[in-house]
């Protein structure tokens, strides 16, 4: 599946740089692009591919992208928000030409403001919120226009000035754009330019106690940067003809907007306010906990920046709304782990092995190979001795046919050492399997037996007395359900009732000793197993492992 939408995207051109193009043959000179995140929450992997789709454009038609922070709303803005913002777009590689803030602009947007006053296209409003929306009409039946629409240029341009001078309280008056009150196009219908708000702003402090409203800053802001094209998502594509209608009416450098589908994925939210919910009320260990689907939690996940842009660059760019597999995004940072992750050996579920003709206290170092997809990688030494852990899994008293793994009786590789032979199958009171007793062949190691014979099982061990212990964190999809809002009703049922009470299963992992190493953050395999990092929460005192992904697509088998 996956190999096909890549070949693909890599012949053709997606819509928006046939767009591009398109106004290249027309005659535009630059490119310049921008992301426009709003500082109130951290990013997560829908803003990954809008990220992705603007630096991307930029680079490819040697343009500009800038960075902007849409600062508009400062109750709910931080600049921990800010700065995270900024390092997630770097540690996916990428870096703006500038960096801005709409909030640098509040003094041009004021004066434009102020011009729009002056050519009799906007006007102060004393209405409340509630008789404005009230007013509005709907679809079928036009507005009303509000007792306040005709008030004078002069009498709008001293209000105005008073809104910017603190003399209102919140809410106490609007500034609206005069249009019509009747026009199809709700947005239309004299939109809100500004409010009052007395609030400090997270840049400007105290200034400004009017803000501007999105649709009236975004387009603006685009054309003092000169944004060639403005590219966002498809629910944008109603606000559209407002962002050319003010443009026009100030006559200034015509920025163009164009949408493309967001991303949506199964198994995952992506609302900013609920992700925030969750980091609120405890649910999550915060916005970086490796279920969120934030671009932290993806690098503390052990997730690379190019398995990232790789899927977006897979998904493509669409114009329809959709929802992509989660499946997808595993895949990507399997295939990428793949290449550069380092081998290793860890036990997450162990079964004791006594190898009874290896003699007491005697201890071997093995070879094992740290990547077959990458030579240099090198080498290192495993530590062997006569206790060892194997993997629950890899031993069944009374397997089916074409179990190749241990058996009563029967004989397997060790990774990289020695056949070792089952004995005998040691049980507690209960019946339960707690040892066993193996022989080992000792002219077999390094691939070799004493008679030429071939086993064809190999299965991964650890040194019970070399291994060193972790906590390793075992992760789910965060929701039940494909779709997290799947069955939700009004008073019933929410999306929070789909959380999923198994997204996160803590296990104690018993890892061979080259692993007390391994950086924070840093993926390695753990062989047919997985893809593990160490968590930011490990220490050299108490390690804790991430999984990353697992080795095989077990999505269809996890979430049946
Ligand atoms: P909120 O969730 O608070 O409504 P948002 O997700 O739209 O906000 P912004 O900070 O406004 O967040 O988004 C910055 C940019 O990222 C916008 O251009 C927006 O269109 C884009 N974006 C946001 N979510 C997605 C998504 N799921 N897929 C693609 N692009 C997205
Ligand atoms: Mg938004």
């Known amino acids: 599946m996956a190999i096909e939408t890549i070949e693909k995207s890599e012949k053709s051109l997606n819509f928006i740089e046939e767009i591009i193009e398109e106004s290249i043959a027309k005659g535009e000179k630059r490119v310049q692009t921008r992301f426009p995140p709003e500082p109130n929450g951290y990013l997560h992997i829908g803003h990954a591919k809008s990220i992705c789709i603007n630096f991307g454009m930029a680079k490819k038609y040697g343009g500009k992208c800038n960075l902007r922070f849409d600062d508009t709303n400062p109750v709910k803005e931080d600049t921990e928000y800010v700065d995270s913002i900024k390092r997630d777009i770097q540690w996916l590689g990428f870096q703006w030409a500038e960096e801005r803030y709409a909030s640098d602009y509040f003094d041009q947007l004021y004066d434009w ?84 708000l007395h609030a400090d702003h997270h840049r400007t402090g105290d200034k400004w106690c009017i803000y501007p409203m999105y649709d009236y800053a975004h387009g603006q802001c685009d054309s003092i940067e000169q944004i060639t094209h403005s590219i966002c998502t498809l629910e944008f594509d109603v606000h559209r003809p407002l962002y050319d209608w003010f443009i026009q009416a100030l006559e200034i450098y015509p920025s163009h907007q164009y949408e493309f589908a967001r991303l949506n994925l199964t198994y995952t939210m992506m609302s900013k306010r609920r992700l925030l919910k969750l980091v609120q009320e405890g649910a999550v260990m915060g916005w970086d906990d490796p279920r969120m689907p934030t671009i932290c939690a993806l690098r503390r996940k052990g997730y690379t920046p190019a398995s990232v842009r790789n899927f977006a660059e897979m998904v493509g760019v669409a114009k329809r709304d959709n929802v992509i597999d989660l499946g997808k995004l595993e895949y990507c940072v399997r295939e990428d782990l793949n290449k550069i992750a380092e081998r290793r050996m860890a036990v997450l579920n162990p079964l004791k092995v006594v190898i009874t003709n290896y003699e007491e206290g005697r201890k071997e170092l093995f070879t094992a190979i740290n990547n077959p997809e990458d030579e240099a990688a090198g080498t290192r030494q495993v530590p062997f001795s006569k206790v060892i852990y194997i993997e629950r899994d890899d031993f069944m008293e009374n397997p089916p046919k074409k179990f190749f793994r241990l058996q009563p009786g029967g004989e397997v590789r060790l990774r990289y050492a020695y056949l070792i032979k089952c004995e005998e199958v040691i049980k507690d009171e209960e019946g339960n399997i707690i040892e066993l007793r193996c022989s080992y062949d000792p002219m077999s190691g390094n691939g070799s037996s004493s008679d030429g014979r071939r086993v064809k099982g190999v299965i991964h061990w650890v040194s019970a007395e070399d291994a060193v212990e972790a906590e390793v964190r075992l992760f789910n999809p965060l929701f039940t359900t494909e779709d997290p809002n799947e069955g939700c009703v009004e008073g019933g049922k929410t999306w929070e009732d789909n959380l999923n009470p198994d997204s996160l299963i803590k296990i104690t992992g018993y890892l061979e000793p080259s692993l007390k190493e391994t950086p924070i953050g840093k993926a390695v395999q753990f062989e047919r197993v997985g893809y593990f990092c160490p968590d930011t929460d490990s220490t050299p005192e108490k390690l804790v492992f991430n999984r990353t992904v697992t080795l095989k697509d077990s999505w269809a088998k996890i979430n049946k």
């Open 113 to 196: 403001a102020v011009v729009l006053i002056k050519k009799g296209l906007a006007y102060v409003d004393d209405q409340t919120q509630e008789q404005i929306r009230e007013n509005r009409g709907t679809v079928s039946v036009p507005g009303t226009p509000s007792p306040w629409r005709d008030r004078s240029v002069e009498e709008n341009l001293d209000l105005f000035e008073r809104m910017k001078n603190g003399e209102f309280e919140d809410g106490a008056k609007v500034l609206r754009a005069k249009i019509d009150m009747a026009h199809p196009n709700m947005l239309f219908r004299d939109p809100i330019m500004y409010r009052i």
